[in-house]
T-cell receptor
């Protein structure tokens, strides 16, 4: 709902610029990572995922980078558009479990 | 395919009332999850299920109950609503792991915004 993300870190970017959203994950045993986009009043939508045996994966206008040494994940959005404005969450799945741990999220604001 | 469907979208409860949040999916997914999302926080796992007849607690199960009598449905029950349960609730599902690891991503419903006053 509208109240989600009131105190989230915010990244403001100009339309057309590239965006980089960062996430520190918590468990060194996690082996699968997902980025979700959440627009106001909606549920999280899948953007891109990556396994721990990779350090980079590309989709359409999005790239995920994984640094297992420092437990860091990033989402790069190329040529950011107004429709990219949303809250972005990373999620990690600990190997051998059915559970997913979600980060607190980052709000992306695209400036016209 | 409708995906994951949650009802109702909004609800206001008085302290001590009970209600059931409905969740159904038409993707034949084995795994289903209930999360709550508080303002400025990430998603917290309440309960999950790996198949019909099997449920397990997540991080924040107190005050909630679930059942999984069918593959499609995974209702969440609040017996004695408290103000601390004011939140947005999301149901999610995923298929079992296969050779294609992309099957492990969660599919979410659109959420139920619950206020307990």
């Amino acid at each position: 709902g509208e109240s989600v993300g009131l105190h989230l870190p915010t990244l403001s970017v100009q339309e057309g610029d590239n965006s980089i959203i960062n996430c520190a994950y918590s468990n060194s045993a996690s082996d699968y990572f997902i980025w979700y986009k959440q627009e106001s009043g909606k549920g999280p939508q899948f953007i891109i995922d990556i396994r721990s045996n990779m350090d980079k994966r590309q989709g359409q206008r999005v790239t995920v980078l994984l640094n297992k040494t420092v437990k860091h994940l990033s989402l790069q959005i190329a040529a950011t558009q107004p429709g990219d404005s949303a809250v972005y969450f990373c999620a990690e799945n600990v190997s051998g479990t059915y559970k997913y741990i979600f980060g607190t999220g980052t709000r992306l604001k695209v400036l016209a | 395919n409708a995906g994951v469907t949650q009802t109702p979208k909004f609800r206001i409860l008085k302290i001590g009332q009970s209600m059931t949040l409905q969740c159904t999916q038409d993707m034949n997914h084995n795994y289903m999850y209930w999360y709550r999302q508080d303002p400025g926080m990430g998603l917290k796992l309440i309960y999950y299920s790996v198949g019909a007849g099997i449920t397990d607690k997540g991080e924040v199960p107190n005050g909630y109950n679930v059942s999984r009598s069918t593959t499609e449905d995974f209702p969440l029950r609040l017996e004695l609503a408290a103000p601390s349960q004011t939140s947005v609730y999301f149901c999610a599902s995923r298929p079992p792991s296969g050779r294609n690891y992309r099957n492990e991503k969660l599919f979410f419903g659109s959420g139920t915004q619950l206020s307990v006053l």
